[in-house]
């Protein structure tokens, strides 16, 4: 029962709500709306045929045919662009940008009146100890008792000499 | 010699639907901006767009449809940059416009008002349901002529129409439930 009532009062303010819209959607125009849109389209299209104009050729250089008249065109505007891209590289190539400075010009300190002053102190970065580079070593020379001599005893694996009187017996077992 | 005869001719039509749409296109207008002043500029830039492009005028089908979806995109494009308005504007211009015969002064402010509250309902509804609901009360327009206009489905208007009905008898018993 009271939802059917909620139900009823919805729509109710519903189809009022929508009356508000179609009242809305009904109204009249202002007085004298065409005319002033028909003005305002007038104006506008005069101007925009002021604005944009094709220059035509004077009357003593005007060519019969199309295609000429094209190609006249087309050879007119390449002379302009020509010369536009001339005189840029002329003057372009004349004057060189300078060069930045690579360094950066720091106005002069000057102390302040009044103020704290250094009394003439320089302050000297502190730096960091280089690396100690070590004098060259002299070239020691080679001692005699450096020098290893052939060792008198023979290696383990060491095949006893053959006998001089027979080299090619073989050795005794 | 025939472009001039031709440009004449795109000329005459623009100005025939001048004359046969400026009406219908102002209240489309007015409907979203809720500004006399407003609309009729909306209007006016309408036009100034269908004479640009006046050499496919040939190629529509329905200048109405055509005509009012132009105004339509127009009259959002400037919503969207627009503040917005205090709604106390709204009530005083409501009151100026609607039609209300045989009202006191007394009656006629208080149906400002509630015009006023219906149309902050209305604007409380998300975009698409809302411009379904607007586009509705316009009695010359079809769904399916509203479907060409937000350039969807008849059906989907149709979905969207009803998901807005909900929403607004919602709102209207309960304000701000939305938001």
């Known amino acids: 029962m009271n939802t059917s009532k909620q139900n009823q009062f919805a729509d109710a303010a519903l ?15 202002p007085e004298g709306l065409e005319e002033r849109v028909q003005a305002g389209l007038r104006k506008a299209k005069s101007m925009a045929s002021t604005r944009a104009r094709i220059l035509h050729w004077p009357v003593a250089l005007q060519v019969d045919n199309a295609w000429m008249q094209n190609l006249a065109r087309t050879a007119a505007a390449a002379a302009i662009v020509a010369v536009v891209v001339g005189g840029g590289w002329r003057v372009s190539s004349r004057f060189q940008p300078a060069q930045p400075s690579s360094a950066v010009v720091l106005p002069p300190h000057s102390a302040v009146q009044g103020g704290f002053s250094s009394a003439g102190a320089m302050r000297t970065p502190q730096t960091l100890n280089g690396p100690v580079i070590a004098p060259p070593a002299p070239a020691a020379k080679p001692q005699a008792a450096a020098i290893v001599k052939p060792t008198s005893k023979a290696p383990l694996h060491r095949r006893k000499p053959v006998s001089a009187k027979n080299p090619v017996a073989p050795a005794p077992r | 010699m025939e472009d001039e005869a031709r440009q004449r001719a ?20 007015y409907s979203v901006l809720r500004n006399a002043a407003d609309a009729e500029d909306a209007v006016q830039e309408a036009y ?64 400002a008002q509630h015009h006023a509250h219906v149309l902050s309902c209305v604007e409380q509804l998300p975009a698409k349901e809302r411009q379904v609901l607007m586009l509705s009360a316009f009695e010359e327009l079809s769904s399916a002529e509203i479907a060409t206009v937000l350039g969807t489905s008849e059906s989907s208007i149709r979905s969207r129409l009803f998901r807005a009905r909900n929403l607004m008898a919602g709102l209207l018993n309960h304000p701000r439930s939305l938001r």
């Open chain 2, 48 to 111: 100034m767009r269908v004479l640009r492009h006046r050499d496919t005028l040939h190629e529509v089908r329905d200048q109405r449809v055509w005509l009012i979806r132009i105004v339509w995109n127009v009259v959002l494009d400037r919503k969207r940059r627009m503040k917005t308005r205090p709604e106390t504007d709204d009530i005083a211009e409501l009151a100026r416009v609607l039609p209300a015969g045989g009202l006191s002064a007394e009656q006629r402010a208080s149906a």
């Open chain 1, 15 to 29: 189809s009022e709500a929508e009356e508000t819209l179609r009242l809305i959607a009904r109204i009249s125009a």
């Open chain 2, 10 to 29: 795109e000329e005459a039509a623009v100005a025939d639907l001048v004359t046969q749409y400026a009406g219908t296109l102002y209240r489309v207008a």
